[in-house]
């Protein structure tokens, strides 16, 4: 059996096997790759398109490269009277405020009521400014703003009692000391001193109670506590100019420029005592009438002047007289009494 010739795989006919290796422009041989100097297009660089959003144009001259956000217009000055929201620290920055005063502390500054009492009556919506009522704590004002209360408030004023206690002496005043007894321990209702159409004690009536004044354990007389921080404040307020009253019995001799001295010109702690009225009464006591209450004011002033005090009595605060109430008892103040 005679086989057919073999078919040769090679260049066309026109071509020379000479140029084989150098033809870039001739198609690759079925089952080979073509040899190329240039790189094949699968290597090029992927670009991956994104979108940006839309950016504001900015103004020439503008050195940064953020975006222009437009700026809120302020309000004027006459719409900013009160703030309705709750009082910010100031800036750290710029040392900034947010403008007016607390509310409670006008009230306070006012002779309204006390500044705890001002947030209590804040929120239960007790209280106008200008008309409108406020709510939230911490709301600020101008300081020339018109500020009432509701008739609420003036209801739960109506009922804050002022107690006056004859203090004995071994009783503190105020917050108690060690081995000693606070002298509202002894508002009780076997204590009190009845009036014709007083009150009759309930304990309702201790509950915030807190002294309006001092008056050292070594010391009696009259002693103002109280749930009214209007009261509280008229007495012990820094402008209270309200006068206090004292019988002052002394031993030593003291002459006519040591009286002096105690009326006007002596200091304690470092700072100048408001003018006083002191007088003889006797050969061994002195009368002292006081604006201020500095701690244990009227012993230091004597030790400066040379005297020591052997006994002590308060018998005025204001307009209210210790009078006839007896040692350890106590009374509500009336309601036709004001210091």
Request: proline share 8%; net charge positive; with cysteine.
């Amino acid at each position: 059996m005679t086989l057919p010739p073999r078919k040769t795989l090679g260049l066309p006919p026109a071509a020379k096997a000479g140029d084989a290796a150098t033809g870039a422009d001739r198609k690759p041989i079925r089952g080979g790759v073509a040899k190329s100097r240039h790189k094949p297009a699968s290597e090029a660089p992927v670009v991956v398109k994104t979108t940006k959003p839309p950016v504001q144009q900015k103004p020439r001259g503008t050195p940064s490269r953020a975006p222009v956000v437009a700026k809120a217009k302020r309000a004027p000055e006459s719409a900013r009277v009160v703030i309705r929201s709750p009082a910010r620290p100031a800036s750290s920055v710029t040392g900034v405020t947010q403008p007016g005063v607390r509310i409670s502390k006008l009230m306070a500054e006012r002779g309204l009521c006390s500044r705890r009492e001002a947030d209590t009556y804040i929120e239960r919506g007790w209280v106008f400014v200008d008309g409108e009522r406020v709510t939230e704590l911490g709301t600020r004002a101008d300081p020339s703003v018109s500020i009432k209360l509701d008739k609420g408030a003036h209801a739960a004023q109506l009922q804050q009692m002022t107690i006056l206690l004859h203090k004995p002496v071994g009783y503190v005043s105020g917050q108690p000391e060690p081995g000693f007894t606070p002298a509202v321990k002894l508002v009780l209702p076997e204590t009190q001193f009845l009036l014709p159409g007083t009150p009759v004690f309930h304990p309702t009536h201790l509950k915030g109670l807190a002294p309006a004044g001092r008056l050292d354990i070594d010391s009696t007389g009259l002693l103002v506590l109280t749930q009214d921080g209007r009261v509280a404040r008229q007495l012990i307020g820094e402008h209270s100019t309200v006068d206090k009253e004292y019988l002052v019995r002394v031993e030593g001799r003291l002459d006519a420029k040591g009286l002096a001295l105690l009326n006007h010109g002596l200091s304690l702690d470092g700072r100048e005592l408001k003018p006083a009225k002191v007088e003889w009464l006797n050969e061994d006591q002195l009368r002292f009438v006081l604006v201020e209450g500095r701690k244990r004011q009227i012993r230091r002033m004597c030790e400066l002047v040379g005297l020591k005090v052997v006994g002590l009595k308060r018998v005025r605060i204001g307009q209210i007289k210790l009078g006839d109430l007896p040692l350890g008892q106590w009374r509500f103040l009336r309601d036709d009494e004001r210091f």
